[in-house]
């Protein structure tokens, strides 16, 4: 025993063993330090995502999730991501998306509970009716009209003999609450490739009386186009205004309207606007007008 330990001690004694041990004693210590700085930099985690296409209203169940290893760094990046499978199973897709296979899920896309896909029809405001404006591919420029947007209604009108009497910017800055297909479904929600039939607003209830008027015309084959705007214009939207009162008293002019009084009582007569002698266009509408 006594022998050994004087063998040691000349060993660790010798500066060439010191030098091998203290190298080696660095070596490990710069091997150690790497796999710690690459796993904190890299720090996988397990991320849920979509395994197969989801649409709006479901609710989302274990089957419908899968996970995959991802780099922490990236969820931190992805401002909303759901990182938990906790996070999604047994929550709602919200009715206005849907959430592709291979996605991963973000907490703006879901509810924890199902919300009635019309149930915004009963938030509207007093004095304000729901109207439908019947579009197609086209006039939306290719679906490219979202729920959220303000846009502008323009209105043109032909005559008997094919020509143009009026055309200008009808209704300003008015929302599109919803954009629906044929079937009456949400174009943006569906999973499949919907094409638009209709634009849903809300509008004040002299409005309504008017677009549904002109709608109604047929005589004067009349047309509402609805026309977007940038996005400056969607996020800072000024009031929801008839642009034109050329169109208005053209529109007036062709109907009659009746206004609920107390009983006994005849409705009072719409008068209708007389022709302005100096042709500033405040007249009943009867030329052409090329703007607002």
């Known amino acids: 025993m006594g022998n050994l330990g004087v063998g040691l001690k000349r060993f660790l004694g010798n500066r060439n063993t010191i030098t091998i041990i203290a190298v080696i004693a660095g070596i490990v210590v710069l091997y150690l330090g790497y796999n710690w700085r690459v796993n904190q930099a890299v720090d996988p985690i397990q991320v849920p995502f979509a395994a197969q296409t989801i ?112 055309f200008g910017r009808f209704i300003e800055s008015i929302e599109v609450l919803d954009v629906r297909d044929s079937r009456g479904i949400r174009v943006f929600s569906s999973m499949t490739n919907a094409e638009p039939n209709t634009l ?6 002299d409005q309504f009386f008017l677009l549904r008027t002109a709608d109604l015309i047929r005589t004067n084959n009349i047309q509402i186009t609805p026309v977007p705007r940038n996005r400056d214009f969607t996020e800072n939207p000024g009031e929801t205004i008839i642009s ?28 209708t606007p007389e022709p302005d002698p100096n042709g500033n266009g405040n007249g009943n509408g009867n030329g052409q007008n090329q703007g607002s």
Do not use: C, K
Not at 248 to 260: D, G, V, W
């Open 55 to 166: 649409g709006g209203g479901t609710e989302i169940t274990r089957e419908m999730i899968s996970t995959i290893s991802v780099n922490r760094s990236i969820t931190n990046l992805s401002r909303g991501m759901i990182t938990t499978t906790g996070g999604v199973q047994g929550w709602f897709v919200n009715y206005d998306t849907t959430i592709h296979e291979g996605s991963f899920f973000f907490r703006d896309q879901i509810s924890q509970e199902r919300v009635a896909p019309d149930q915004w029809i009963a938030d509207i405001e007093e004095g304000y009716t729901i109207y439908p404006l019947t579009v197609n591919m086209q006039s939306t420029f290719g679906n490219s009209i979202m729920p959220g947007n303000r846009i502008d209604l323009f209105l043109s009108a032909i005559d008997d003999n094919n020509e143009l009497v009026l």
């Open 244 to 271: 034109s009162r050329e169109i208005e008293y053209f529109i007036r002019a062709r109907a009659r309207e009746f206004h609920q009084n107390d009983p006994g009582q005849r409705p009072d007569p719409i008068p």
């Open 200 to 205: 849903v607003f809300a509008v004040p209830d």
